[in-house]
Nanobody, 122 residues
Framework: QVQLVESGGGLVQAGGSLRLSCAAS????????MGWFRQAPGKEREFVVA????????YYADSVKGRFSISRDNAKNTVYLQMNSLKPEDTAVYYC???????????????WGPGIQVTVSS
């Protein structure tokens, strides 16, 4: 069982930056790939970025490449999402999730955090 809790969200102006954190419970954090997803009002949940358990493999959605960066600290059971050059279209609830392998597909993620709001004003 893995429990996930996101933090670091909030309101930021366009062009600004935020860093989201996702703290995980359990002693097997490094065995899980971690992903970030987001869901805007009236839209489906979409993939943002994922990282393998070792941290060597990373996948990014085209919409965030060059602006967002994922990293993890397995000693702290935490994964981070650094978001730079934020745009109003990045406004959404952001979720972190854990899977047994690195993937962009939401159904393959077994554990999910409750989500955290990120709002980018124009």
């Amino acid at each position: 069982q893995v429990q996930l809790v996101e933090s670091g969200g909030g309101l930021v102006q366009a062009g600004g930056s935020l860093r989201l954190s996702c703290a995980a419970s359990g002693r097997t954090f490094s065995s899980y790939a971690m992903g970030w997803f987001r869901q805007a009002p009236g839209k489906e949940r979409e993939f943002v970025v994922a990282i393998s358990g070792s941290g060597f493999i990373k996948y990014y959605a085209d919409s965030v490449k060059g602006r967002f960066s994922i990293s993890r600290d397995n000693a702290k059971n935490t994964v981070y999402l650094q978001m730079n050059s934020l745009k109003p279209e990045d406004t959404a609830v952001y979720y972190c999730a854990a899977a047994t392998r690195v993937t962009m597909r939401p159904p393959e993620y077994e554990y999910w955090g409750p989500g955290i709001q990120v709002t980018v004003s124009s």
